[in-house]
Structures are given as C-alpha cells and as structure tokens.
C-alpha cells in the first residue's frame, strides 16, 4: 500500500543533484564577479592615488610639465601600477 515507487525517488536524487551542480555554479560564478569587482575597485583606487601624485608633479616640478602628453601618461601609468600599452 505505501510501497515506495523508485520512478520517484530517482526523479527526486536527479532534481537533488541538479540543484547541487547548480548551486556551485552559481557560487564559483559569483565568488569570480566579486573577485573581478574587488580588483577594479583597486585599480580605481591606485589611479586616484597616482592622479594625486602627478597633479603635484605638475604643480611642483617644471621639467614634468615640459614633458609630451605621452610621457606623462607613461608616468601616470607607471606610478599607478597600470599597463603602459593604455598609453599608445
């Protein structure tokens, strides 16, 4: 009478392990935005902080405001521990 039908309880560990593999998807899908938004945050900071910088160079130091556009924007990206290949 309440005999257990094994249609269903393989139904049930398939909807069970597709939520699973779901699950890790999501957080490995997640935890990979967040590691990717964190940086960009860092980035930002590193370019605020070398903006800083070279607006005092600029203020203080003639021979950086004699440079060409270029340079400064090498030195911009090397302070800030960008790439300098933004410059070309």
């Given at each position: 009478?309440?005999?257990?039908?094994?249609?269903?309880?393989?139904?049930?560990?398939?909807?069970?392990?597709?939520?699973?593999?779901?699950?890790?998807?999501?957080?490995?899908?997640?935890?990979?935005?967040?590691?990717?938004?964190?940086?960009a945050e860092i980035e930002l900071?590193?370019?605020?902080?070398?903006?800083n910088r070279i607006t005092d160079?600029?203020?203080?130091?003639?021979?950086?405001?004699?440079?060409?556009?270029?340079?400064?924007?090498?030195?911009?990206?090397?302070?800030?521990?960008?790439?300098?290949?933004?410059?070309?």
């Amino acid at each position: 009478m309440f005999a257990l039908d094994t249609t269903w309880l393989k139904i049930a560990a398939g909807a069970m392990a597709c939520a699973v593999a779901l699950s890790a998807g999501a957080f490995h899908l997640g935890k990979s935005v967040g590691r990717s938004t964190e940086r960009a945050e860092i980035e930002l900071k590193a370019a605020k902080n070398a903006l800083n910088r070279i607006t005092d160079m600029e203020k203080n130091n003639a021979s950086f405001r004699d440079l060409t556009p270029r340079h400064r924007c090498l030195a911009f990206m090397r302070v800030s521990g960008l790439p300098d290949s933004a410059c070309d």
